[in-house]
């Protein structure tokens, strides 16, 4: 195989580990609780059309070098909102919908920084 697919393979571990969680998800979801799976997977697609989140997500998967800090950091606020949620603070947020927001965001900064290391090579 090619020096620099395996550099890029090597290096992008953790962008194919994310996505394929999120397509094991997906599978799984619709297996044991197809409803549920339905109506997150929904709000993604809804959300992919709020352009300052994808912004944000793009932003932060293709500009911070350290990408499992984009990912430890986008699920600990998941979990600090949720709990929140829990607690009563937020009332006006649903579990389903920032599980929805954290699909989004990782997938979108999942795929720019695969494309950052890409380009990193490209243009070597």
């Known amino acids: 195989m090619n020096d620099q697919l395996l550099n890029i393979l090597k290096k992008a571990k953790l962008n194919f580990a994310v996505l394929a969680s999120i397509l094991v998800l997906a599978v799984v979801g619709k297996l044991t609780n197809p409803e549920f799976t339905n109506g997150i997977f929904l709000m993604a697609d809804q959300l992919v059309s709020e352009l300052v989140l994808l912004f944000v997500a793009i932003t932060l998967g293709a500009f911070i070098p350290n990408f499992k800090l984009v990912v430890f950091g986008a699920i600990a606020a998941f979990i600090a909102a949720v ?3 829990q607690t009563g603070v937020f009332t006006y947020l649903t579990t389903d919908y920032l599980f929805a927001v954290l699909i989004v965001v990782l ?9 950052r290391h890409y380009r990193e090579f490209s243009l070597k």
Do not use: D, K, V
Not at 107 to 115: C, R, T
């Open 107 to 115: 997938g979108f900064a999942s795929i720019a920084n695969l494309y």
């Open 83 to 85: 709990i929140a949620i």
